[in-house]
T-cell receptor
Framework: EDKVVQSPLSLVVHEGDTVTLNCSYE??????LLWYKQEKKAPTFLFML????IEKKSGRLSSILDKKELSSILNITATQTGDSAIYLC???????????FGPGTRLSVLP | EAGVAQSPRYKIIEKRQSVAFWCNPI?????LYWYQQILGQGPKLLIQ????????DSQLPKDRFSAERLKGVDSTLKIQPAKLEDSAVYLC?????????????FGPGTRLTVL
């Protein structure tokens, strides 16, 4: 059975701190790994990582895929209160590209 | 471009009642997903459509849940009869295709409360 694990499940930091969120997976025929940010509403897309694109960066956020270790990290530097959200990791396997989501990491950034 | 539309946004019903949710994906998106997200958990795939065909419904509780995507555009998800444990947010997502570079776009979700 495909499985995605995230750690930590919850994290509290202060503005300006740097955080690293972890995602590990066991899926059949890995195709892609996606990171989403979920505030009060639906998840919004952050990054997609594949075998041909194992590192992505956008502003203060960056992510790396380690296919050997079957894991990914999401880094957020100089955190702001607006970064407070649940960060979801989803992994796509098999041809149909259905995605298995992890439980998410709840990040709280205090002023 | 217009996003994924869902309705209703909120629904409160009593157990054993029926409920239906509607989703209209982004125009031209061939792949449509329904997810169930229980509070404190990540979304769980219920069903995936490719155009109007079902790709994966292995986690859909078929004794009470049904979904259809007639004409390969909008979709409905039905629960009949509802149980207390069905209380969750039901998310619809669409994607241009299985090899699209951005993954899914999510709708705002329908929050279902079963009393």
């Amino acid at each position: 059975e495909d499985k995605v694990v995230q750690s930590p499940l919850s994290l509290v930091v202060h503005e300006g701190d740097t955080v690293t969120l972890n995602c590990s997976y066991e899926v059949t025929n890995f195709r892609s790994l996606l990171w989403y940010k979920q505030e009060k509403k639906a998840p919004t897309f952050l990054f997609m990582l594949t075998s041909s694109g194992i590192e992505k960066k956008s502003g203060r956020l960056s992510s790396i895929l380690d296919k050997k270790e079957l894991s990914s990290i999401l880094n957020i530097t100089a955190t702001q209160t607006g970064d407070s959200a649940i960060y979801l990791c989803a992994v796509g396997g098999n041809y149909g590209q259905n995605f298995v989501f992890g439980p998410g990491t709840r990040l709280s950034v205090l002023p | 471009e217009a996003g994924v539309a869902q309705s209703p946004r909120y629904k409160i019903i009593e157990k054993r009642q029926s409920v239906a949710f509607w989703c209209n994906p982004i125009s031209g998106h061939a792949t449509l997903y329904w997810y169930q997200q229980i509070l404190g958990q990540g979304p769980k795939l219920l069903i995936q459509f490719q155009n109007n065909g079902v790709v994966d419904d292995s986690q859909l509780p078929k004794d009470r849940f049904s979904a259809e995507r007639l004409k390969g555009v909008d979709s409905t998800l039905k629960i009949q009869p509802a149980k207390l444990e069905d209380s969750a947010v039901y998310l619809c997502a669409s994607r241009a295709g299985t090899r699209a570079i951005r993954g899914q776009y999510f709708g705002p979700g329908t929050r279902l409360t079963v009393l």
